[in-house]
């Protein structure tokens, strides 16, 4: 592995782990309700992507060792340029469905490493 991965999945899998936190005992209701709480969400989500992206340049083996990461960084790609169209339910969906598989993907990952 890259040496520069190492540090890209962590930074993804810290962004991850305060995605969990930030959003354990929530609800969509309180994730729809509260800007601030949508705006932390949203940027944990951004960083992630925006490693990933790099990990895609840097260390490509290492990138499709990651199933969704192509679908991750088109994500972050949305909340950044188009903020206005945030679906609030996709983005409370990725919180359910994605997060904990993602967050089994980068802890095995980086005890590779």
């Known amino acids: 592995m890259h040496a520069d991965a190492r540090k890209l999945l962590w930074d993804a899998q810290q962004a991850a782990e305060r995605v969990a936190r930030f959003t354990a005992e929530k609800t969509f209701a309180n994730y729809e309700a509260d800007d601030y709480f949508r705006a932390a969400v949203e940027r944990q989500f951004e960083i992630i992507g925006e490693a990933f992206s790099k990990l895609r ?10 199933a969704e ?22 983005v409370w969906g990725v919180v359910e469905a994605n997060l904990p598989l993602l967050r089994v993907t980068l802890e095995r990952l980086l005890s590779q490493a």
């Open 57 to 66: 340049q840097v260390d490509p083996s290492t990138a499709s060792a990651i």
């Open 69 to 90: 990461l192509p679908r991750i960084v088109a994500f972050r790609n949305v909340l950044v340029h188009g903020y206005a169209s945030v679906d609030n339910r996709l």
